[in-house]
Every structure is written in structure tokens, then in C-alpha cells.
T-cell receptor, first 112, second 114 residues
Framework: TQLLEQSPQFLSIQEGENLTVYCNSSSVFSSLQWYRQEPGEGPVLLVTVVTGGEVKKLKRLTFQFGDARKDSSLHITAAQPGDTGLYLCAGPNTGTASKLTFGTGTRLQVTL | SAVISQKPSRDICQRGTSLTIQCQVDSQVTMMFWYRQQPGQSLTLIATANQGSEATYESGFVIDKFPISRPNLTFSTLTVSNMSPEDSSIYLC???????????FGPGTRLTVL
């Protein structure tokens, strides 16, 4: 069974602070995705990382895929209240790539 | 991209009853999925909705409890049968677009069972 553990589970910070969310597994994934889910909505895909060591930037968000493709991180610079939400990493299941295993989730709250 | 709608958006039900949730996609998709998200938790895959055939269920989920239909490429239903308070969750539909690897999610159905 592929498991994705995220840390921290909860994060409450003030506007302007930086933060990093981690997604770790003992399994190798062919790719990892990061989603953000806001209250009352479904998850929305932020990025997909495919190559070990890959770094992708999306405005103030920086995503990194570990060299061994077992872990990933999401770094947010100068967080804003609009970044508030549940952040989820997800990876394709071994054998059925269209199915996703979701991480345990990190709930971020950014206050003024 | 695909836009997914779900009905109802929320419901409060009595134990022992059943609720059917509808999922409609605005474009053709290859695969459709149903997830459960318990309060404050992550998403757990319930099943893959197969067009014109029985759904494929994940470990811990059975057809008698969560019957699923997918009569065409853009529509699916999930029924939560004989509900108990433990079934209180958000149920989400997702779809995989044609030729892409991105899953699009509906807004979810928030179910409370009393």
C-alpha cells in the first residue's frame, strides 16, 4: 500500500511569512501532484512534478520533487490570506496510474 | 478543462435511509471516480465508475453500501445506502479528461446523517 504522509498537519501563520509543507513516502512515485482545496470546493490541481530533483515555480509557490521520487515539498513565500486552504499531495497508484493516492493533508491558515 | 457539478450540494438525512448523489461533467471524459472525505481528513477513493458496467470498488467499500451507476460518458450517480452517522462525510466526484492526466473535481456533497 502506498502511503503519503504530510507535515505539518496544521499551520497557522501571519501574512508575509514563509512556510514549507512536506509530503513523504516510503514508495517511489512516477509523479506527484499538489492540490489546494478551499472550503465547499473540490481540490484544484496546482502542479505535477515528474522528474526526480525537479523544481517548479508557480508565482510565490515553489514545488520540489525529491531525487529518489519518494518525497516532495511545497514552499510558499510571503503567504497571503488567499493561500488559506487544505493542501494535498497525491500520487498515481502502482498498476493503475489513473487512480490517485492522496496525502494526509496540511491545513494552512494565513491571517492578517 | 472539465467543469463538474454535483447535486445535492448538501443534505441532512436520517439513519437507515439512502441518498443518491448526481455528478455531471460538461465534456466527455475517460474515467470518473468517487471519493469520500471525512471531516478534517484527506480524500479516500471509493470506486471507479465504469460506463455501462459495474463499478470497480476499492478495499473497504462494497457495492451494496455504495451502488454506483454511469449510464453515459458524462454522468454518474453514487448512492449511500442504509446510512448511519459514520457515513457523514463530503462525497466528491472526479473525472479524468480525454488525453490528459489531470483529474478535475466536483464541489462535493456534504452529507450529515442523524
Amino acid at each position: 500500500t502506498q502511503l503519503l504522509e504530510q507535515s505539518p498537519q496544521f499551520l497557522s501563520i501571519q501574512e508575509g511569512e514563509n512556510l514549507t509543507v512536506y509530503c513523504n513516502s516510503s514508495s517511489v512515485f512516477s509523479s506527484l501532484q499538489w492540490y489546494r482545496q478551499e472550503p465547499g470546493e473540490g481540490p484544484v490541481l496546482l502542479v505535477t512534478v515528474v522528474t526526480g530533483g525537479e523544481v517548479k515555480k508557480l508565482k510565490r509557490l515553489t514545488f520540489q520533487f525529491g531525487d529518489a521520487r519518494k518525497d516532495s515539498s511545497l514552499h510558499i513565500t510571503a503567504a497571503q490570506p488567499g493561500d488559506t486552504g487544505l493542501y494535498l499531495c497525491a500520487g498515481p497508484n502502482t498498476g493503475t496510474a489513473s487512480k490517485l493516492t492522496f496525502g494526509t493533508g496540511t491545513r494552512l491558515q494565513v491571517t492578517l | 478543462s472539465a467543469v463538474i457539478s454535483q447535486k445535492p450540494s448538501r443534505d441532512i438525512c436520517q439513519r437507515g435511509t439512502s441518498l443518491t448523489i448526481q455528478c455531471q461533467v460538461d465534456s466527455q471524459v475517460t474515467m470518473m471516480f468517487w471519493y469520500r472525505q471525512q471531516p478534517g481528513q484527506s480524500l479516500t477513493l471509493i470506486a471507479t465508475a465504469n460506463q455501462g458496467s459495474e463499478a470497480t470498488y476499492e478495499s473497504g467499500f462494497v457495492i451494496d453500501k455504495f451502488p454506483i451507476s454511469r449510464p453515459n460518458l458524462t454522468f454518474s450517480t453514487l448512492t449511500v445506502s442504509n446510512m448511519s452517522p459514520e457515513d457523514s462525510s463530503i462525497y466528491l466526484c472526479s473525472a479524468l479528461g480525454v488525453g490528459v492526466s489531470t483529474q478535475y473535481f466536483g464541489p462535493g456533497t456534504r452529507l450529515t446523517v442523524l
